[in-house]
């Protein structure tokens, strides 16, 4: 069975803290993927791995920075949490290849930013 | 304009109803479509692919329309469990490898 597991179901952190948030994967995947989800507007991309060390900025990469030493780890750092960070925070991995491969997701990460 | 857009619902529907989801995206070089559901505090997990010839998986029915840009999922007999939020998800190849873009849900509350 698949898996995808993150560190924290619940997080509360104070403004100016640095947070952690890790994810691993069982799957022997290459593509890990860290998402933010928020009411109203859907899923979107922070970063991206596609590979151990290597990393893409996604769509709201500001704030955040990822390290990926091993192929089933992905970590999310917010460097100096802020009050609009307070997200339900995802992680995802894929296999490369096909176009119609599926993301299988963590349970996520629900963070507050107090 | 967001590129990929849904109704957010909330569609509330009776048992045994039939319900139908539109979502339109923006980018027409997009190259797969996907469906999928999430519900209340959990993950999303993967629904149905959706494919050019349209596809079937027991009573929901997924259909892509490219020339208008959208796809649609159609449940039939909807159950108490089919109350969730559905999501429609587009990939579309660029430079950088394949772009996933989430919409943001369409929820759906089947009642007794």
């Known amino acids: 069975d698949v898996k995808v597991t993150q560190s924290s179901r619940y997080l509360v952190k104070r403004t100016g803290e640095k947070v952690f948030l890790e994810c691993v994967q069982d799957m022997d995947h290459e593509n890990m993927f860290w998402y933010r989800q928020d009411p109203g507007l859907g899923l979107r991309l922070i970063y991206f791995s596609y590979d151990v060390k290597m990393k893409e900025k996604g769509d709201i990469p500001e704030g955040y920075s990822v390290s990926r030493e091993k192929k089933e780890r992905f970590s999310l750092i917010l460097e100096s949490a802020s009050t609009n960070q307070t997200s339900m925070y995802l992680c995802?991995?894929?296999?490369?290849?096909?176009?119609?491969?599926?993301?299988?997701f963590g349970p996520g990460t629900r963070l507050t930013v107090l | 304009r967001k590129e990929v857009e849904q109704d957010p619902g909330p569609f509330n529907v009776p048992e045994g109803a039939t319900v139908a989801f539109n979502c339109t995206y923006s980018n027409s070089a997009s190259q797969s479509f996907f469906w999928y559901r999430q519900d209340c505090r959990k993950e999303p997990k993967l629904l149905m692919s959706v494919y050019s010839s349209g596809n079937e998986d027991g009573r929901f029915t997924a259909q892509l329309n490219r020339a208008s840009q959208y796809i649609s999922l159609l449940i039939r007999d909807s159950k108490l469990s089919d109350s969730a939020t559905y999501l429609c998800?587009?990939?579309?190849?660029?430079?950088?490898?394949?772009?996933?873009?989430f919409g943001a849900g369409t929820r759906l509350f089947v009642k007794a």
């Open positions: 995802a991995s894929k296999t490369s290849g096909g176009s119609y491969n599926e993301q299988f």
């Open positions: 998800v587009v990939s579309s190849l660029n430079t950088g490898g394949f772009k996933t873009i």
